[in-house]
């Protein structure tokens, strides 16, 4: 590829990216209405007006109050001009706390888990500060991911990374994707598949992988064994290992994920181990921020 025909191609996918992401940030029509509201058991995420999120079922209406039960079982009762929007809590509660999803769960600390974001759903991020990335949820089934280091003006390296999901079960989910680099006239990257396997806490991550230069392929192939475990309602651990052909042998990392309302962040440690020798630690830090349809 020409680097003219690559800045054809990569610029617009980057601009793609930063527009959906602007469109989401917009909240969508289907955010409930606070007029809409009824009693119920169903579990509710209610901003405040002054920055608050309570975590709570509607209770009764009374006019223009409306009385909420938090988790805890404190009954509460706020005006409908304190609450400034609602939509449907996504997570769980966990011995009366509660789990949000973690809105990276679509990647490990570094590569794709078969999981998929939802339509609409996006994040925005960046490795070490100079290392930016977005991904946006296409469609339920498609995920596109986008990025490029911030050095000297340049977006290059500037990669893609399209995810088809496959397969989706309770106990499974399966995608195929590639990672495709490009930089001056060249064109590298990886063709893989992976399959997610456990719950959305508790998972085994596994990916099997062709690395490609232009329209050469690799004959031999690169495995990813990944996992994850959630630990509380912010901590998530993650390990990520790379058997790679060669000399090298073993790429391998582990860390954690601090789950936050909005912002995220992993902190892991990479290494590489082969004949006989190991290389580590090499720290590493990045930062995301999640982006809902409607919320």
């Not at 959906?20 to 509710?44: C, D, K, M, N, S």
């Not at 975590?55 to 079982?73: K, N």
């Not at 990886?190 to 991550?205: K, S």
């Not at 050469?216 to 901590?235: C, K």
Request: proline share 4%; aromatic share 10%.
């Amino acid at each position: 590829m020409t680097r003219k025909s690559f800045i054809w191609l990569a610029v617009p996918v980057f601009v793609m990216c930063i527009l959906a992401i602007a469109v989401l940030a917009i909240p969508a029509v289907a955010q409930e209405e606070v007029e809409a509201l009824t009693p119920g058991e169903a579990l509710y995420e209610i901003r405040l007006a002054d920055g608050s999120v309570l975590f709570a079922r509607i209770a009764a209406l009374d006019g223009e109050t409306i009385v909420l039960v938090t988790l805890g079982g404190t009954r509460l009762e706020v005006e409908r001009s304190q609450i400034r929007d609602v939509s449907p809590a996504e997570g769980r509660v966990v011995e009366g706390e509660f789990w949000k999803e973690d809105p990276n769960s679509s990647r490990l600390l570094f590569t794709a888990t078969g999981r998929t974001l939802p339509k609409g759903d996006a994040y925005i991020g960046t490795y070490l500060i100079v290392l930016p990335f977005v991904a946006v949820g296409v469609t339920d089934r498609f995920t596109l991911a986008a990025g490029a280091p911030v050095l000297f003006g340049e977006l290059e390296p500037f990669y893609i990374a399209p995810k088809v999901q496959l397969i989706k079960t309770t106990a499974a989910e399966i995608s195929v994707g590639t990672l495709m680099f490009f930089a001056d006239d060249e064109t590298v990257g990886i063709a893989y598949g992976v399959g997610t396997f456990g719950t959305v806490d508790h998972a085994l991550t596994l990916g099997l992988g062709f690395g490609f230069s232009g329209d050469d392929f690799s004959s031999q192939p690169v495995a990813m064994v990944g996992g994850e475990t959630r630990v509380s309602r912010r901590i998530k651990l993650m390990t990520e290992n790379y058997f790679l052909p060669g000399e090298t042998g073993l790429a391998f990392s582990g860390g954690f994920r601090f789950i936050g309302d909005r912002f995220s962040t992993d902190v892991s440690i990479a290494g590489l181990a082969g004949d006989g020798d190991v290389e580590c630690c090499l720290p590493i830090f990045s930062f995301s921020y999640a982006f809902h349809r409607g919320r």
